[in-house]
Nanobody, 127 residues
């Protein structure tokens, strides 16, 4: 079973930058695609970004495309989310998770497809 721990969140000014990390333990994540999701108070958890096992393919929600970059270092068993020019609307609790495949959903952006969620890291963007 994989354990995930997000870190790097905090308070950032709009237009600044922040890097979130997702460190895995107990098992390698190199054989899994990984996803980032976020959840703001009173809202549903939403897809942010996904990265393939080797890092060669990425996907982004329209709301963050061009501003956020997902990357991974399989040697460190870690996935990253680089947040450039964040906006107040990006304020949320950010989670990483393992893409377990199309067993519960064929949509790679669906949270139902993901498992082994971390505890999340809070990002607050001030205007």
């Amino acid at each position: 079973q994989v354990q995930l721990a997000e870190s790097g969140g905090g308070l950032v000014q709009a237009g600044g930058s922040l890097r979130l990390s997702c460190a895995a333990s107990r098992r390698t994540i190199s054989t899994y695609a990984m996803g980032w999701f976020r959840q703001a108070p009173g809202q549903e958890r939403e897809f942010v970004a996904r990265i393939s096992r080797d890092g060669g393919t990425t996907d982004y929600a329209d709301a963050v495309k061009g501003r956020f970059t997902v990357s991974r270092d399989n040697a460190r068993n870690t996935v990253y989310l680089h947040m450039n020019s964040p906006e107040p609307e990006d304020t949320a609790l950010y989670y990483c998770a393992v893409d377990t495949g199309p067993y519960f959903s064929s949509d790679p952006r669906s949270a139902r497809r993901y498992d082994y969620w971390g505890q999340g890291t809070q990002v607050t963007v001030s205007s």
